[in-house]
């Protein structure tokens, strides 16, 4: 099975601009007060006053330790390496969450497809004129959309955990220009946010969002988007470009929130998994959409 850079989550791209040498102290520090001016922050949640930040020199285009609004006592910080199991569990537990969304809720961004379901229960009525069998057709066509959409899923997630995900520090804190960073609440990873340089076209991906299930609602993800914009402003880039799968409403108004301006969607995207056979394209489906986020002009 080919397995490419998977973006179901989030997958993001950071345009260079052609300097993105490493920048000194002073102007780092200059670059991060503007990116909090670009993204000023958010209303604290009321109660006791969270714990300070972890502290910590500048690494990777950011600080040691950034505490989001509403996660009393959170900080996004670098990963580490005893932390491998806990960023793998919030990925996978986030992945399979897409199951149900995109066999069910993906079926109302597809309007050729329901349109075919639509007439397949007619022909059911015409030949059968039995209108128990006519009901059991939807329920099978909604049976067979959760199957492959399990089914290519599962392959996603196989490939994913034994590529990048099977060793972090390797694959995203030693290249140059990589990175992950984990939001941590209580001594617990709650969240993951990767970013990988990509040498050839001079861009760096934003990978592997995910937020344990159990601590939405509380501005982690923003604050994890933050982080990776931070370091795209520090490392001197010129645009940040998003691309998803996602189907929840809440994670495209996240991507708003954070800057970004929906620059189209395609319904001919490949996910890694996928085999492109008949009853893929009859009961899998999956809308791809594209963000962009201009930093500077060129």
């Avoid at 989550?9 to 670009?38: F, N, Q, R, S, W």
Wanted: with cysteine; charged share 20%.
């Amino acid at each position: 099975m080919h397995c490419g850079s998977p973006d179901m989550v989030c997958e993001t791209k950071i345009v260079a601009a052609e300097d993105h040498a490493a920048l000194p102290g002073t102007k780092k520090d200059a670059l991060l007060a503007a990116a909090g001016a670009m993204w000023p922050p958010l209303p604290a949640a009321p109660g006791p006053a969270a714990a300070p930040p972890e502290q910590g020199p500048l690494a990777r285009g950011g600080a040691g330790g950034a505490e989001p609004p509403g996660g009393r006592g959170v900080c996004i910080r670098e990963f580490r390496t005893a932390e491998q199991e806990a960023a793998r569990r919030i990925f996978y537990d986030g992945i399979l969450e897409r199951i149900p969304n995109t066999a069910f809720r993906g079926l109302r961004q597809h309007p050729r497809t329901q349109l075919l379901y639509a007439l397949l229960v007619a022909l059911c009525f015409a030949v059968t004129r039995s209108l128990l069998l006519t009901c059991l057709v939807p329920v099978g066509l909604l049976a067979l959309r959760y199957y492959y959409s399990r089914k290519v899923i599962l392959a996603y997630l196989d490939c994913a955990l034994h590529t990048d995900m099977a060793d972090i520090e390797q694959y995203y804190m030693r290249p140059p220009g990589s990175c992950f960073w984990v939001a941590v609440l209580d001594g617990n990873v709650v969240g993951i946010v990767a970013a990988r340089a990509h040498e050839e076209d001079n861009a760096v991906e934003l990978l592997r969002m995910s937020v344990d299930s159990r601590f939405r609602g509380k501005g982690i993800a923003k604050a994890l988007g933050r982080k990776v914009l931070e370091f795209a402003v520090v490392h001197n880039y010129s645009a940040v470009v998003l691309g998803t799968t996602a189907v929840k409403v809440a994670a495209h108004k996240l991507y708003e929130s954070l800057g970004f301006r929906h620059m189209g969607a395609s319904d001919h995207y490949v996910l890694p998994g996928m085999t492109l056979s008949l009853a893929e394209r009859l009961f899998f489906q999956v809308r791809y959409h594209r963000y962009r986020l201009q930093l500077r002009e060129e």
